[in-house]
């Protein structure tokens, strides 16, 4: 059976990092894992996920910033990014959407909700109707 789509999870909490792919693969997605920060914009020119899961702060990199990069990539416009956080303040979570992001998740989350936010934004991406697409189109 072919997967529902690729998602990259990327935690530096190991334990998170196999309950996410627990989950996602359960749920048919395929799932490639990554526990370091220098590594993911590499990763997702090679992998070329349908998806990113990405941890704001981890000890090698923050999420925000590659957040930002990978949304000056015009191949990653379309890919959902949601970000995990264990903050949840105002000014992180406005930081998140404007560096791209298309939503947020607290830790700890529950796993139905991470399942419907992935839905969501898998279907919104189909339809080229993700928050950060409508935010490019009007910055250009």
């Known amino acids: 059976m072919k997967p529902l789509a690729k998602i990259m999870a990327v935690d530096d909490e190991r ?7 627990n989950l996602l ?25 349908n998806m990113i899961l990405l941890d704001v702060r981890m000890p090698d990199g923050d999420g925000l910033d590659l957040c930002k990069n990978l949304r000056q990539d ?5 890919m959902p ?33 991470l399942l419907e936010k992935i839905k969501a934004l898998l279907s919104a991406a189909e339809k080229n109707a993700l928050p950060s697409q409508r935010a490019s189109k009007k910055t250009k």
Not at 32 to 40: F, I, M, R
């Open 81 to 113: 990014i949601l970000m995990l956080t264990g903050l949840d303040d105002e000014p992180t979570i406005v930081r998140a959407l404007e560096n791209g992001a298309d939503d947020y998740l607290t830790k700890p989350f529950k796993f139905d909700e």
């Open 25 to 49: 693969k359960g749920s048919g997605y395929d799932v490639v894992k990554l526990g370091k920060a220098p590594l993911v914009e590499e990763t997702v020119r090679k992998e070329r996920p």
């Open 15 to 21: 334990i998170i990092l196999d309950n996410i792919e």
């Open 74 to 78: 015009p191949k990653n416009e379309s």
